[in-house]
C-alpha cells in the first residue's frame, strides 16, 4: 500500500469529508478573474493594419522620415511597451507553423493577422512593417548612431545564419519542442521589465552592437524579415529614393545605415559571357549537390536537436533512473513515476519525436542547402539599374535616405505650390 | 543568340508578376483559409492540477518578477481542518499562526476558527509567490483543495509560457480563453 | 571642407551644443546610476533573500526539531516580517527601477541624438572607381565568402553531430531488453478481437463475416468443436486470435482457461489463489451470479481475471502467471459480477460495493506489474456493471453505470470527466455507446439516452436526451445499431426504440428467459436464452424473427465472436460454432 501512497503524491485521495458546519458560515468562493477580453486582440489587430498603412501614406505620400520615426515611436510604446511584446509579428511565424502541424493546436484569428498583414503589405509597399511598425526593429533603430558600413559580401555571408535560424525555428515549432523566435526574442525584457538576466543582457548587447552595425537583429538574426525580404523583393510598389528623377549626384551612395542603396550598374563585359554560363550550369549543379549535403547533415544533427524536446528529455533522464544512474529522482522523473504512464507509451512516444526530427532535420538541411545555392546563383545573374536604388529586399522603409537626395528639396518645396509627387 | 536586353526585361517582368500574383494568391487563400476556421480562438495557459507535482518553479520560472501563478483554495473540497498539513509545517509544535509553525514562506495563507473544530484558509494572493509547498503538504495528507493556477488578471499570456517549458510534469496546457480555469472539484 | 572645419572650431561656443553634451552627460551619469542601483538589488534578490529564506528554512527545523523555545519562536517571527517587508520593498524598487531605467535609456538615446545633430556630415562621395572592375569583383568576392560561410556552417554542424549526443537506439538497446517488448496491442488490434466482455468497446457488436446462422446441436451441424469447461461460471468468453480465455470458479478453487480456437484443446489452465477464509466468510454467492461471474479482459500481451473474492489475477498468453492482488472481499448483495476492461497497460476495475456509497472505487492497475495506478473514489453503492472504454472525440472514456450516477474517467489518468444522475436500483445492464450518444438502463424503470460532453469535457455537463419506459431488463445490456436500440428483458420481452426520441417501435415476446446480453451481427441480433436457443431477429423497425437454432444445455454467458466463429459457453462446455464447407 505503500506504493499507492506514493503514487498519489500530489493527486491525494479526499481523506476528509466535507464539514457540517452548525453556525451559518458561508463558504467563500473561489474567484476566477478572466483572461484579457477577446475585443482587445481585435483592436490589436485594427492598430496593427491602421499603423501599416499609416507607415506605407508616410512613406509613400508624404516621404517624411519624421513621421516614420515618430510612427515607430508610437509602434514601440504600443506593441512593445505597453502590448509587452506579445503578439508579435515575428513571434507569431512559431503558431502559425505548431497549428500546421499539430492539429490541437487552432491558430487564433490575431496570429494569423499579425502573420499575414505585414507580408501582404511588403507585396504591395515592401517592408513597411519593419521600417516603422515592428517593436523590436524601432528599439534598435533609436540607436543607429555609428553605422559602419557592412560589406555587402559578408552581409550575404552573415545572413546565412538567418536562414538557418529560420530553419531552426520552423523545425522547432513543427515537431513541437517549442516557440524558439518567442523563446530568444533579445528585446522581451524590456517590454516586460522583468528581471530575467540573461535576456537583459541579449537586449543590451543588440542594442550595444546596433550602434555601429544598424539594426543587427533584423539584418542578421529575424526570420520573420526574411519571409518579408522575398515579398519586398516582389512588391508592386517600391520605395524610391527620389521623389522623381534621379540625377546620379551620388549624395545618396552612403545614406542608408543598412547598406540597402544599391548604385547604378556598368554594363558587364561582352567577354565573360560563356565563363558567366558555364557557371551557372556549375552552380545549379551545385544547388542539387548543397541540398543533398544540407539533408545529410540535417539527418546526422537531428538526434542532437531532438535532446531539446521535453519529451527526449525525460526519456533520458527516465533512462538514467532505470539503469541505477540517478538515485534521487528529478522532478521530471517523479513526475513520470507518478503519472501512471507506462514505460513503453514513453519509449514509444520519445521514437515518434525521434521520427518527427528526423524527416524535419532533413527537410531544414534541404532547406538551407537551398538557400545558400541559390545565393550563389543569384550572384551570377546581374541585374541592371541606371539609377541609384533602393534595394527591394533590403530596404526598411525607414525614409532615412530622403533627405539626401536633391530632389527631395525641390520636391518639398513645389508640395507647398501644388505640382505633382510620384508615387 | 542572346535575346534582346528589352525581351530579356520583359521575361524578367514576366516571372516577377507571376510570383507576385501567387504569392498574393496565396496570402488570400491563407485568408480564405482562417476565415473558414472562424471558429478560431484564443488561447491561455492553465495549470492542470491533477498533472502538477508541486515542484517550486512556478514561483522562479514566471517571467512575471513576482509569478502570475497563485495558489487557489477549491473551498468546496476542503476538510477545514484543525492541523491544516498545507498549513503548517510538519509536526508543529503548536496549532497556531506564527511564523515559526507556518509552512508558507510568505505567510500568504489565513486561518480563521469558523466553529469547533473547523478552520477557515483563505490564500492572500498578493503576497503568494505560486512556490507550491501548501499544495504538496496539502495533497500528502489532506484532500488537495489547495492547488496551483495561472492567475489571468497577472499572466501576459506569452507566446511560449516560460514556465511551461521547465514543468517537469507537462502540466502547463493550452486552454480556450473561454474557460481559462482547470479548477479541482470533489468528488462526492 | 572648410564649413566642416569651421563646425569644429565653432561648436564648443554654440550655448545649445553645450546645453546638449552637458544633458547627455547628465542622463548617462543617471540611467548609469539606475543601473548599478538594479544590479545591486537585483544581486540582493538573487543572493542575499535566497539566502535569507534558507536561513529561516533552517531556523524553523531548529524549532521543530528542539524544544519549544519561545525565544526562537519570537525571532522567527521578527526575522520573518523582516526578510519579507525587505524583499517585497525589493520587488516594488526593482519594479519601478527597471521602469526608470528603460526611461533614463530613451532619454540618454535622445540627448545622443540631440548631440549628434549638431556634428551632421555632408555626403561626401569618394572618386569613382571603375563600376565594372568593382561590380565584377563584389559579385566574385561574395560569391567566394558565401561558399566559405556555407563550408564553414556545414563542417560546424557536421562537428557538433559527431559531439552529438547517441541516439536513443544505441543507448536504448543494452539496458531495456525487457521493456523493448510492448505491454499492449493496439486500440486497432483491441477492435479486430473480442478482447472484454461484449467484444469491442463493450458494444455488443459483431465486426466480423461469415457468421453462421444455422447450427443444431443434436446433429452436431455447424459445431466445429465442443470441449467441457472443468469450474462452473458465468463469465463470457473472450479470443485474441487464436487463444479463448475463460474462467471458472468453485468454493475451493479459482482458475483462468486458455483454448486453442483451431480444436478447442485447453493449453494451459492458471490458478488464481483464494482470499483468505476468514473475508471468504463474508461473501455472497448467489446462483444467479456465483463465483466467476466477472468475464475476463485481454488485451493482446496479458490476460487478466478477477473473482468474487476480489482476488485479481493476471498471465501471458503462456500461461505464466504475472501478479495476483487482492482487492478484498467486495460486498456485493448479489455477489460481484463486473467484468474488467482494459486500456492499454490499464486494467480497469469497477470495484462497486456496500448498500450505501462510500467504499466503491473504480481501480486501474498496471497490467504488466499488478501495481495501482490510480484510483477513484465512486459515489455510488453496489453494481453489477461494467466499465467500457470508448473513444469519444480522439478521447478515450471509461464509462461506468452505478446507482444513480452514469460517469465517465479519463482512461488514461483516472480523472473524471463527466457525470450524470440518471440511473437508479440495482443496475446491472452495462451502458452501451453509440450514435453519439450513451444508453443506460435503470433496471425495471427506463432506458436512458445520453449526450456526452463534446471535448474538452472537464467543463460542460452531459445531457439527458429522453427516457423510455417499457419491459426495462434487469440483466441483459442493451444493444444498439447507431439507429435503433433493442433490449431484451429476462422475461423474454424484445423492446426496440428509435434512437433519436426513444419511441418505442415494437415489444415482441420471444418466450424465453435470458440472461446472456444480445450481439448484433450485421443486420442480425443474435439473442441467446437460456435453454439454449439462439434466436435470430432481423434488425428493422418491424420486428421479424429469421432463425433460431438449438444447444442441448443451458446457457447465462454472452456469446463470443471471430471471424466466421461463435463461441458459446454453456453450463458445462465451451461450443465453436462455424459454418462447414
Redesign the interface.
Known amino acids: 500500500m505503500g ?2 501512497l506514493s ?2 503524491a500530489v ?1 491525494a ?2 481523506r476528509f469529508p466535507p464539514p457540517q458546519f452548525e453556525t451559518d458560515y458561508q463558504m467563500p468562493t473561489l474567484t476566477t478573474p478572466p483572461p484579457r477580453a477577446a475585443v482587445w486582440e481585435l483592436v490589436d489587430v485594427g492598430v496593427l493594419a491602421a499603423a501599416l498603412g499609416l507607415a506605407a501614406w508616410l512613406i509613400f505620400r508624404k516621404r517624411s522620415r519624421h513621421g516614420i520615426a515618430a510612427l515607430s515611436i508610437f509602434s514601440l510604446l504600443y506593441f512593445g ?1 505597453w502590448r509587452k511584446g506579445c503578439i508579435c509579428s515575428v513571434g507569431s511565424l512559431g503558431n502559425v507553423v505548431l497549428s500546421l502541424f499539430d492539429s490541437s493546436y487552432v491558430l487564433p484569428l490575431t496570429a494569423a493577422a499579425f502573420f499575414l498583414l505585414p507580408i501582404l503589405f511588403a507585396l504591395f509597399f515592401g517592408r513597411v512593417f519593419c521600417g516603422a511598425v515592428c517593436p523590436l526593429g524601432a528599439i534598435q533603430d ?2 543607429v ?1 555609428r553605422p559602419l558600413a557592412v ?4 552581409e ?3 545572413r ?2 538567418a536562414w ?1 535560424y529560420l530553419a531552426a525555428a520552423v523545425l522547432f515549432a513543427a515537431v513541437g519542442a517549442g516557440l524558439l523566435i518567442c523563446r530568444y526574442d533579445p528585446f522581451i525584457a ?1 517590454f516586460r ?3 530575467n ?1 540573461p535576456l537583459w543582457l541579449l537586449g543590451l548587447l543588440f542594442l550595444g552592437l546596433g550602434v555601429f552595425i544598424a539594426r543587427p537583429y533584423c539584418r542578421f538574426v529575424c526570420p520573420y524579415g526574411l519571409l518579408l525580404r522575398q515579398a519586398g523583393r516582389l512588391s508592386f510598389w517600391h520605395v524610391r529614393i527620389t521623389p522623381d528623377e534621379c540625377i546620379q549626384c ?6 542608408c545605415p543598412f547598406g540597402a542603396i544599391q ?7 561582352e567577354s ?1 559571357r560563356p565563363a558567366e554560363r558555364r557557371r551557372l550550369v556549375f552552380l545549379s549543379g551545385l544547388l542539387l549537390v ?1 541540398m543533398g ?2 539533408g545529410w ?1 540535417g539527418y ?2 537531428h ?2 536537436l531532438a ?1 531539446g524536446h521535453p519529451t ?1 528529455e525525460l ?2 533522464q527516465v ?1 538514467l533512473r ?2 541505477g544512474l540517478m538515485t534521487e529522482p528529478t522532478d521530471t522523473v517523479r513526475a513520470f513515476e507518478v ?2 504512464r ?4 514513453l ?1 514509444n512516444q ?2 515518434a519525436v ?1 521520427q518527427r526530427f528526423a524527416w524535419g532535420g532533413i527537410a531544414a538541411g534541404i532547406f ?1 542547402g537551398f538557400v ?1 545555392g541559390v ?2 546563383i543569384q ?2 545573374i ?1 541585374f541592371k539599374r541606371t539609377d541609384y536604388e533602393a534595394d527591394r529586399a533590403g530596404c526598411l522603409a525607414c525614409g532615412r535616405c530622403f533627405a ?1 537626395c536633391p530632389r527631395q528639396r525641390i520636391w518639398e518645396a513645389g508640395k507647398q505650390t501644388g505640382s505633382g509627387e510620384k508615387q | 543568340m542572346n535575346p534582346p536586353p528589352s525581351e530579356l526585361l520583359s521575361r524578367r517582368r514576366f516571372l516577377k508578376d507571376g510570383l507576385w500574383t501567387v504569392s498574393l494568391a496565396a496570402a488570400g487563400a491563407a485568408v480564405a483559409a482562417l476565415a473558414s476556421r472562424s471558429r478560431a480562438k484564443e488561447w491561455v495557459w492553465q495549470i492542470d492540477p ?2 502538477c507535482i508541486g515542484c517550486g518553479r512556478c514561483a522562479t520560472h514566471c517571467v512575471l ?2 509569478s502570475a501563478v497563485k495558489c487557489v483554495h477549491a473551498f468546496e473540497m476542503c476538510g477545514y481542518c484543525d492541523l491544516c498539513t498545507g498549513y503548517f ?6 496549532l497556531q499562526t ?3 509553525h507556518q509552512l508558507c ?3 500568504a495563507i489565513r486561518r480563521r476558527f469558523i466553529e469547533e473544530p473547523y478552520f477557515e484558509f483563505t490564500i492572500d494572493e498578493s ?1 503568494c509567490i505560486g512556490c507550491g509547498k501548501c499544495v504538496v503538504g496539502c495533497a500528502a495528507f489532506g484532500n488537495g483543495s489547495l492547488f496551483l493556477q495561472i492567475r489571468h488578471d497577472r499572466c501576459l499570456n506569452c507566446n511560449e509560457c516560460a514556465i511551461g517549458r521547465v514543468c517537469p510534469s507537462e502540466a502547463i496546457v493550452r ?2 480563453a473561454s ?1 481559462p480555469y ?1 479548477l479541482k472539484v470533489r ?2 | 571642407m572648410s564649413s566642416r572645419d569651421e563646425s569644429k572650431y565653432l561648436l564648443p561656443q554654440n550655448p545649445r551644443y553645450q546645453a546638449a553634451v552637458s544633458s547627455l552627460i547628465v542622463s548617462a551619469v543617471f540611467w548609469a546610476v539606475v543601473g548599478l542601483l538594479l544590479a545591486v538589488q ?1 544581486y540582493h ?1 538573487k543572493v542575499t533573500d535566497e539566502r535569507r ?1 534558507r536561513k ?2 533552517a ?2 527545523h531548529v ?2 526539531t528542539s524544544g ?1 523555545d519561545e525565544s ?2 519570537e525571532e ?2 521578527q526575522l ?2 523582516h526578510y ?1 517587508r525587505d524583499h517585497l520593498a525589493r ?1 516594488q524598487f ?2 519601478r527601477g ?2 526608470l531605467f ?1 526611461l533614463f535609456g530613451a532619454v540618454f ?1 535622445g540627448t ?2 540631440w548631440v ?1 545633430s549638431f556634428h551632421q556630415k555632408p ?3 569618394e572618386p ?1 572607381e ?3 572592375t568593382a ?2 569583383q ?2 566574385r ?10 563550408a564553414v ?2 563542417s560546424a ?2 562537428f ?2 559527431f ?6 537506439q544505441e ?2 538497446g543494452a ?2 531488453s525487457s ?1 523493448s517488448r ?3 496491442a493496439s486500440w486497432e488490434q483491441m477492435n479486430q478481437n473480442w478482447p472484454v466482455f461484449r467484444g469491442p468497446q463493450g458494444a455488443g457488436i459483431c465486426p466480423f463475416d461469415n457468421i453462421p446462422t444455422e447450427w443444431d446441436g443434436a446433429s452436431g451441424k455447424n459445431i466445429r468443436w465442443k470441449v467441457p469447461v472443468e469450474l462452473p461460471g458465468h463469465n463470457s468468453p473472450v479470443v485474441w486470435e487464436n487463444r479463448i480465455f475463460l474462467t471458472g470458479a468453485d468454493a475451493k478453487r479459482q482458475e483462468v482457461y486458455c483454448f486453442n480456437a483451431e480444436d478447442g484443446t485447453l493449453l494451459w489452465t492458471g490458478q488464481v489463489p483464494l482470499a483468505p477464509a476468514a473475508q471468504r466468510e463474508e461473501m455472497t454467492i448467489m446462483e444467479d451470479t456465483g463465483y466467476a461471474a466477472s468475464t475476463a479482459a485481454v488485451n493482446g500481451v496479458f490476460v487478466a481475471a478477477i473473482f468474487a473474492d476480489g482476488q485479481v489475477g493476471c498471465f501471458d498468453f503462456d500461461g505464466r502467471r504475472q501478479w495476483v492482488r487482492s482487492l478484498g472481499v467486495p460486498a456485493s448483495a448479489y455477489g460481484y459480477a463486473s467484468s474488467l476492461t482494459v486500456y ?3 486494467l480497469i476495475i469497477q470495484f462497486d460495493q456496500d448498500y450505501e456509497p462510500g467504499r466503491s472505487k473504480l481501480i ?1 492497475l ?1 497490467i ?1 506489474t499488478g ?7 465512486r ?1 455510488v453503492p453496489n453494481s453489477w456493471t461494467s466499465p467500457t472504454v470508448v473513444e469519444w472525440g480522439g478521447q478515450m472514456q471509461i464509462l461506468t453505470s452505478g446507482s444513480p450516477w452514469l460517469i465517465a474517467y479519463d482512461a ?5 470527466l463527466w457525470r450524470l444522475d440518471c440511473l437508479g436500483g440495482d443496475v446491472a445492464p452495462t451502458q452501451i455507446a453509440a450514435a453519439g450518444r450513451i444508453f443506460a438502463v435503470h433496471p425495471y424503470t427506463h432506458l436512458a439516452a445520453v449526450r456526452p460532453p463534446q471535448a ?1 469535457a ?2 460542460m455537463q452531459a445531457e439527458l436526451l429522453w427516457k423510455a419506459e417499457g419491459s426495462i431488463p434487469d440483466i441483459c445490456s442493451p444493444v444498439s445499431d447507431g439507429r435503433l436500440v433493442w433490449t431484451v428483458d429476462s422475461e423474454g420481452v424484445l423492446e426496440c426504440f428509435d434512437v433519436q426520441d426513444g419511441s418505442r417501435l415494437y415489444s415482441q415476446d420471444l418466450q424465453a428467459v435470458f440472461q446472456a446480453s444480445p450481439v448484433l451481427v450485421g443486420d442480425i441480433l443474435y439473442l441467446l436464452s437460456t435453454k439454449g436457443r439462439m434466436i435470430l431477429v432481423k434488425a428493422a423497425r418491424t420486428f421479424e424473427q429469421i432463425g433460431q437454432n438449438e444447444l442441448p444445455e443451458s446457457f447465462t454467458a454472452s456469446p463470443a465472436f471471430a471471424p466466421g466463429r461463435i463461441y458459446l459457453r454453456g453450463s458445462r462446455h465451451l461450443y465453436c460454432i462455424e459454418n462447414r464447407r
Request: proline residues 9%.
Open positions: 506504493l499507492i503514487a498519489a493527486q485521495a479526499q511597451f533609436w540607436v548612431f560589406p555587402a559580401w559578408l550575404t555571408t552573415f546565412l545564419g538557418l524590456f521589465l522583468g528581471f538576466t551620388r549624395l545618396c551612395e552612403d545614406a548604385p547604378p550598374t556598368a554594363p558587364w563585359p565573360m548543397l549535403l544540407g547533415l546526422r544533427v538526434a542532437g535532446a527526449v526519456a533520458r533512462r532505470q539503469a503519472s501512471g507506462t514505460l513503453q507509451s519509449w520519445e521514437a525521434f538551407v545558400a545565393k550563389l550572384m551570377s546581374h539626401f | 491533477y498533472k518578477s513576482e509545517s510538519p509536526d508543529p509544535k503548536a506564527g511564523a515559526e514562506p510568505t505567510g503576497r486552454v480556450p474557460s482547470l468528488n462526492p | 537585483f534578490l529564506s529561516l528554512e531556523l524553523r524549532y521543530q519549544a526562537l519562536a522567527i517571527r520573518d516580517v519579507r520587488l526593482l519594479y527597471s521602469g528603460v538615446v545622443i541624438l549628434r555626403p561626401h562621395p569613382l571603375d563600376r565594372t561590380q565584377i563584389a559579385a568576392r561574395t560569391r567566394w565568402a558565401v561558399s566559405a560561410g556555407t556552417l556545414a554542424v557536421l557538433w553531430s559531439q552529438g549526443s547517441q541516439t536513443p543507448s536504448a539496458e531495456d521493456e510492448p505491454a499492449f492499454e497497460n490499464r486501474a498496471d504488466t501495481q495501482t495506478l490510480w484510483e477513484r473514489e459515489p488514461t489518468d483516472g480523472r473524471e474538452p472537464e467543463q
